[in-house]
Nanobody, 128 residues
Framework: QVQLVESGGGLVQPGGSLRLSCTAS????????MSWVRQEPGWGLEWVSS????????HYRDSVKGRFTISRDNAKNTLYLDMHNLQSEDTAVYYC?????????????????????RGQGTLVTVSG
């Protein structure tokens, strides 16, 4: 059974930084693509970033490029999201998700992300 537990959210001022973590169990983490998705208050889910199973390939939505960095520690079954220069529009519940993409496919596509298994989320509030 896939279990994903996010942590690290909180209240931060605009321009501040946070590091989110996600511990995973119940599936072969080191063999799985992983992603972060988020849901802003009153809006639907949006894909944020993904990382290949070996940590080499990374993908970001345009609005977070240069500010967010996704990483993973396969020895600890943990996924991270380092967020810098946070803005009010980054306020959302952040979820880690098990991404079904595989390295055997060319490129990357996050099609179907709302249906991916995800954790309970951690709230990030950017307000000054």
């Amino acid at each position: 059974q896939v279990q994903l537990v996010e942590s690290g959210g909180g209240l931060v001022q605009p321009g501040g930084s946070l590091r989110l973590s996600c511990t995973a169990s119940g599936f072969p983490f080191s063999g799985s693509y992983m992603s972060w998705v988020r849901q802003e208050p009153g809006w639907g889910l949006e894909w944020v970033s993904s990382i290949s199973n070996d940590g080499v390939d990374k993908h970001y939505r345009d609005s977070v490029k240069g500010r967010f960095t996704i990483s993973r520690d396969n020895a600890k079954n943990t996924l991270y999201l380092d967020m810098h220069n946070l803005q009010s529009e980054d306020t959302a519940v952040y979820y880690c998700a098990r991404d079904p993409w595989t390295s055997s496919k060319p490129g990357y596509d996050y099609f179907g992300f709302p249906s991916w298994p995800r954790g309970q989320g951690t709230l990030v509030t950017v307000s000054g």
